[in-house]
């Protein structure tokens, strides 16, 4: 498929899915709209050949996208009949609970229903994945509120793109069983739980808590104060497993293996490591679409041909989409992680030529360059979405961002090395003391100051779309020029 009828078709199906997520779209108009599709299709005039075929491939994309989202409408929910009525009822624990400093929210398997229902119930039960259990309480419709920044959040958006539609808030829960999870799942959610403990035993808090949300996400490890410091700065990505984290683990892997292994042997190697650190980790839209793009970057190297960022992060977007369209419009996590993705293929190279006189040592200009290409990529949605700007997020992710990496590593180190001997860990864990204690420091310093964040007054999301436009519309200047000179 050429370049342009691989993004005509993408845009076209990106903008069917954003169009029914809002505006309930008829099976009549799709068919009018994919019959429209085919005329053009078949049209042939020699001057304007290829706008009818780019646009007959946009309508046929937007199309499948309008049908795929009016295929989430043919069921209905089995708890509609039950909304604000008080049920028992008993079901598996199908992801890992999500423990909050007040709460703790389970995703449960209803076996009467065979539906996916949340779940949020005492901070201090011990359920873990797998467990069966019988929860009692209300069922509710959750609904959409308002932030302290003023920003309205489609809470029951976000739910549905987890495949949740309904809610049981303060349930009592009982727990009848265990092990009834998936095998492999369960076993590497308990290697996870017991390198945390292992970590646990070796460093203090908040260390301790931010090496287990470098390795493994978790951010309420960090506590409630240090994960505010870390929003302010504009560092808390670091902690919720992009494709950076990711993408480090794996070439930590694929460069131990090359001593003693042929390419695609690591190859295979390297794709089961992806697997399993996303299952330990949790099956979230932004780990999924990170491994996705570390999983193709894994089999261009195999194949020989050149390995096109681009096309791969736009097809791992669409095919995750594809399966779950709620993701593009009501997941944030989603959207931020794609366009920092993006920020980094288009943005960024044309930053090095601004950017030529810092200092390549210790990869200085790498990290300049990407936090600031990151930032202009993210800056429209997220304040649309939040409602704060981050003053020292560039600054200080350039401070964090270079000890990143060797921080995983010795707390990886640490955490593993102290199953078999707590000295030899200990050994570790005090050169990992030091990076994760200078991370904190940074944060909590630069947290601290008044003017390091401010609130930004609500605007409509026509904004946000002119701000990408014009974005957008730079970019191709800047490389029309480029390929002019």
Not at 78 to 107: A, F, K
Not at 378 to 406: C, D, K, Q, R, T
Request: hydrophobic share 55%; aromatic share 12%; with cysteine.
């Amino acid at each position: 498929m050429s370049a342009g009828s691989f993004y005509s078709a993408l845009g076209g199906f990106g903008i069917g899915i954003f169009i029914a997520s809002f505006v309930p779209v008829s099976q009549a108009v799709i068919l009018w709209t994919l019959l429209l599709s085919l005329v053009l299709g078949v049209l042939w005039q020699r001057r304007y050949a290829a706008f009818f075929l780019y646009f007959s491939v946009f309508l046929l994309g937007c199309a499948v996208g309008l049908f795929r989202m009016d295929v989430t409408t043919w069921e209905t929910s089995p708890y509609v009949g039950l909304e604000n009525t008080t049920v028992s009822l008993v079901g598996i624990v199908v992801r890992e609970p999500d423990v909050r400093s007040v709460s703790q929210h389970l995703y449960v398997q209803d076996e009467e229903h065979d539906a996916l229902i949340l779940i949020t119930t005492d901070p201090f039960l011990d359920v873990a994945y797998g467990d069966r259990t019988l929860f009692h309480g209300v069922v509710e419709r959750p609904e959409s509120f308002e932030t302290d920044l003023g920003r309205t959040f489609n809470y029951p958006g976000y739910l549905r793109a987890r495949g949740v539609t309904h809610r049981i808030s303060g349930a009592e829960v009982e727990v009848l069983g265990e092990g009834e999870g998936n095998p492999v799942i369960e076993r590497l959610l308990l290697w996870k739980h017991s390198f945390m403990s292992s970590l646990e035993r070796l460093l203090p808090e908040p260390e301790a808590g931010l090496g287990e949300g470098l390795l493994l996400g978790v951010k309420r490890a960090l506590g409630e104060d240090l994960e505010e410091a870390f929003r302010k700065t504009g560092i808390i990505h670091i902690v919720v497993l992009s494709g950076y984290n990711i993408m480090i683990v794996v070439e930590s892997i694929m460069r131990l293996l090359s001593y003693f292994t042929t390419p695609r042997t690591r190859v295979l190697f390297g794709g089961g490591a992806i697997l399993s650190f996303a299952l330990i980790v949790g099956l979230s839209a932004t780990v999924v679409r990170a491994s996705i793009m570390a999983a193709l970057v894994l089999l261009a190297r195999s194949m020989g041909r050149r390995y096109q960022v681009t096309r791969a992060l736009l097809f791992s977007g669409a095919v995750m989409v594809l399966f779950n369209p709620y993701l593009l419009v009501f997941d944030p996590g989603f959207q931020l992680s794609f366009l920092a993705t993006l920020g980094l293929i288009l943005i960024a190279p044309h930053l090095e030529k601004v950017f030529i006189r810092v200092p390549t040592q210790l990869q200085i200009r790498e990290f300049v360059v990407s936090t600031i290409a990151t930032q202009i990529a993210v800056l429209p949605l997220l304040l649309y979405m939040m409602g704060e700007f981050s003053i020292v997020a560039p600054l200080v992710n350039v401070l964090v961002l270079p000890a990143v990496p060797l921080a995983m590593l010795l707390s990886f180190l640490s955490g593993v090395i102290g199953f078999v001997s707590a000295p030899l860990g200990m050994l570790f864990g005090f050169f990992a003391f030091g990076l994760l204690a200078y991370i904190v420091s940074v944060a909590s310093w630069f947290g601290d100051l008044s003017l390091a964040s401010f609130a930004v007054p609500t605007f409509p999301f026509w904004i946000v779309a002119l701000c990408y436009v014009v974005m957008g519309a730079v970019l191709l200047k800047m490389k029309k020029a480029s390929r002019d000179s």
